[in-house]
């Protein structure tokens, strides 16, 4: 156990559809990173905030869209959901937000199925 | 934007050490390189990381090449459930963001 968590484990919609990804990070830990995976793209790198503010993008599409709290709970907005968001969403958190040695520890993921 | 090469997949028999190489050759001297596997679609596992000197923990072992361009990750006695995606990351940027490649596949023979 990481102790990061994410909810729901599972989620199952249409196209077209707006859902919202949960994640916790582990205590003490400032930095949330969104990854996505899916069959044909490996793990990719979504985004990450850091105590609130977003620190960088990666792969993110314009119809996805995140945010921390001050509470540093994460969230993941994707909206206008196609078949091809399918994957598997994974948040990882760290300590630190900026350059050194700072693991990173990964959330057990929300598998997302656009039908 | 992989900055390490792995070979896609490795044998180990049960009890014996398995030991994952990785080429990271355009690696920058303030780099650290992390390894992490990751269990069928579970998130993935942090196992070891270092900058440039050999690193041990309980999990694995972790030898890191004096010019620093390559790296062997080493699980001493692989277990059944040491089957995995092993992935080799080189953090890339300032803020720490990992770049997943296609990782080497382990699988751990009776």
């Known amino acids: 156990d990481s102790g990061v968590t994410q909810t729901p484990k599972h989620l199952i919609t249409a196209t077209g559809q707006r859902v919202t990804l949960r994640c916790s990070p582990r205590s003490g830990d400032l930095s949330v990173y969104w990854y996505q995976q899916s069959l044909d793209q490996g793990l990719q790198f979504l985004i990450q905030y850091y105590n609130g503010e977003e620190r960088a993008k990666g792969n993110i599409l314009e119809r996805f869209s995140a945010q921390q709290f001050p509470d540093l709970h994460s969230e993941l907005n994707l909206s206008s959901l196609e078949l091809g968001d399918s994957a598997l969403y994974f948040c990882?958190?760290?300590?630190?937000?900026?350059?050194?040695?700072?693991?990173?520890?990964f959330g057990p993921g929300t598998r997302l199925t656009v039908t | 934007d992989a900055k390490t090469t792995q070979p896609p997949s490795m044998d180990c028999a049960e009890g014996r050490a398995a030991n994952l190489p990785c080429n990271h050759s355009?690696?920058?001297?303030?780099?650290?390189v992390y390894w992490y596997r990751q269990i069928h679609s579970q998130g993935p596992q942090y196992i070891i990381h270092g900058l440039k000197n050999n690193e041990t923990n309980e999990m694995a072992s972790l030898i890191i090449t004096e010019d620093r361009k390559s790296s062997t990750l080493i699980l001493p006695h692989a277990t059944l459930r040491d089957t995995a995606v092993y992935y080799c990351?080189?953090?890339?940027?300032?803020?720490?963001?990992?770049?997943f490649g296609t990782g080497t596949s382990l699988t751990v023979i009776p």
């Open positions: 990351i080189v953090r890339v940027g300032r803020v720490g963001q990992f770049y």
């Open positions: 355009t690696i920058s001297g303030n780099e650290y």
């Open positions: 990882a958190s760290s300590v630190q937000g900026s350059s050194g040695s700072s693991e990173q520890y």
